[in-house]
């Protein structure tokens, strides 16, 4: 058995750049950055930031709503698979590229201001009748009490 998940967390690049290919099946593709924090060695030696980029797919329903809610700049949830594929460039020469194929997303920056003051912003998932990457939460009591009960 093997399994191929990948989970980032990160700041989009660029806008989505989404294709029809047919009436309702869209595609889009953005870059995400994600970023390990720099830090010291005990020896005193500074580590550097570092910030991996991540090119993201999605497709359908997924890359609908992220031509209408993500822009560059926005904090995203991706989950999906790594996927490895070649091409040939204009020179002929052999050039490989890694994707992210995204199943589900979640978009974890605040609400643009919208024209349509009845838009939210939701959370998006290629699995029906699922909270992308969510866990099921219990109800919270009424008044705002977050107290245990015990």
Request: glycine letters at 10%; proline letters at 9%; aromatic letters at 8%.
């Amino acid at each position: 058995m093997s399994i191929n998940k990948v989970i980032l967390v990160g700041h989009v690049g660029r806008d989505p750049v989404v294709r029809y290919y047919e009436p309702g099946k869209a595609v889009a593709s953005f870059p995400l950055a994600t970023s390990e924090r720099g830090y010291t060695l005990p020896n005193g030696t500074q580590v550097p930031e570092r910030t991996d980029w991540h090119n993201i797919i999605l497709w359908r329903g997924l890359a609908e709503t992220a031509e209408k809610y993500v822009h560059k700049g926005d904090k995203l949830y991706i989950e999906g698979k790594i996927r490895t594929r070649s091409y040939s460039d204009q020179s002929g020469a052999q050039r490989y590229i890694t994707e992210i194929y995204a199943d589900a997303m979640e978009l974890l920056s605040p609400p643009h201001p919208v024209q349509n003051a009845g838009s939210a912003r939701p959370e998006a998932s290629g699995r029906p009748n699922a909270a992308a990457g969510a866990q099921p939460q219990a109800p919270q009591p009424a008044g705002g009490d977050t107290e245990a009960p015990f």
